[in-house]
């Protein structure tokens, strides 16, 4: 019969980190991009504003990252394991 032991272990949902930076990333290349045109910036300044732009965006998804993992840190459950060794 094998050996058995009893663990506990926390069960929650967390947000993917790589996913939330990715998309809030391209959402703020995009916006950068697109207020860069519409106002008409000099080609010297376009890199500013897309890097500025990009980078600002950026930390609004890290901080909806943080939000999220707190929250869902606060809903995990506590649940009772069999591990089967052998």
Same mark, same amino acid.
């Given at each position: =019969?094998?050996?058995?032991?009893?663990?506990?272990?926390?069960? #929650? #949902?967390s947000p993917k980190l790589v !996913?939330? =930076?990715?998309?809030?990333?391209?959402? $703020?290349? %995009?916006?950068?991009? !697109?207020?860069?045109?519409?106002? $008409?910036?000099?080609?010297?300044?376009?890199? +500013?504003?897309?890097?500025? $732009?990009?980078? +600002?965006?950026? +930390? %609004? $998804?890290?901080? !909806?990252?943080?939000?999220?993992? !707190? %929250? +869902?840190?606060?809903?995990?459950?506590?649940?009772?394991?069999?591990? %089967?060794?052998?």
């Amino acid at each position: =019969m094998p050996k058995t032991s009893q663990t506990t272990v926390q069960l #929650r #949902r967390s947000p993917k980190l790589v !996913a939330f =930076m990715v998309t809030f990333a391209i959402i $703020g290349l %995009i916006a950068s991009l !697109a207020v860069a045109l519409v106002v $008409g910036v000099a080609g010297t300044f376009l890199l +500013f504003v897309l890097a500025f $732009g990009t980078g +600002f965006v950026t +930390f %609004i $998804g890290w901080v !909806a990252y943080v939000i999220l993992d !707190a %929250i +869902f840190s606060r809903r995990s459950k506590a649940v009772s394991a069999t591990k %089967i060794e052998g």
